[in-house]
């Protein structure tokens, strides 16, 4: 099929743009976000039938996993619109189909009437397929290839189009979000999780600020090693040793707050020598959140100073591991010499 004529948009340019004077036929809904497929396919419904009482009249939906033969397209797209201009048929689970069943939507796509609007739900997860890679791969534009009047939107966003969403979404849910705020939730690349973090911090105020933000996504795990590694990164002497004394009441129990600062150290360095959180979490597997929290702190550091403090960390950890020195106050010379350092 040939898709060099199909007219393309990204999620945020579609919901912005106004009405089309010649709406498309076929409107194929691709990338990752299926919540912001919903949107995008509420706004298509809404703009071919303006009048809500007609549309339960004039939208029929299929879904694609229970749907045994896409020959009834035809039928759907060719029965008239009642006491309306539009008739809307939507194919939802697109992406859950084996290609075999891709291949068979695809050519059952003929040219829909000009009183129709045919709309191929393909957004999500692609259902892994097994076996070799086939030969004729239905990819999404393949649904709107070769037709006229098509149009693909990809709901996928970048991280600057995430933070420019949270804004969107706060403003019609009647909240208000700082920069910093902004940043942390930018980093989920889940229009879902995005979604139910502003939803749930909505309930406890009406702006959203960063350390609320910070708060919602820490992963789990003993806060105080958070709020200790907090501590050493910003200079609080005082406040990292009095946690330290919160968290430590025996020499042994300081292998873990040691690790912890270790770890803080070398995610440091790496974000000093210029990796910056998402490469750091797509490199090691590992949430971005952490190397987040100490992106302002590697930034402050040069990357020698960044690699002497993994050479410090890693050596008092060695130390208390191997019995050359007691963990708690191997653990309490390290907070005291990175407290201190001039950056």
Known sequence: MNSSAVTRAGYRSFMAAPAPSAPPRIVVVTGREHVLADDVVRRLVESALPDQSLRPLNVDTLDALETDDFTVLGEKLGALPFLAQKRVVTVRNCIELRND??????????EPPEHALLIVDDAGEPRPQRGRAPKDKVESADFAGGHAHALVVDC???????????DDYAARIGVTV???ARSYLGAFESVYE????????????????????????????????WDLGNAVGRGDLQGALRLVRELVTRPEEAAGPLIWIAGDAQIAWELAQGADPRSWAAATGQSPFRAMKLWDVARKRSPKLARDNVRLTMKALEDSITGKRQADQALEEVIIRLCTQRA
């Open 101 to 110: 069943d891709r291949i068979e939507l695809r050519d059952a796509i003929g």
């Open 156 to 166: 996928t966003l970048d991280e600057h189009e995430r933070e420019e969403y949270i």
């Open 178 to 180: 700082d920069k910093g």
């Open 194 to 225: 995005i979604r139910n973090a502003l939803d749930r911090l909505a309930l406890v105020g009406k702006k959203i600020t960063r350390s609320g933000a910070e708060e919602y996504v820490k992963p789990p795990g003993d806060p105080k090693l």
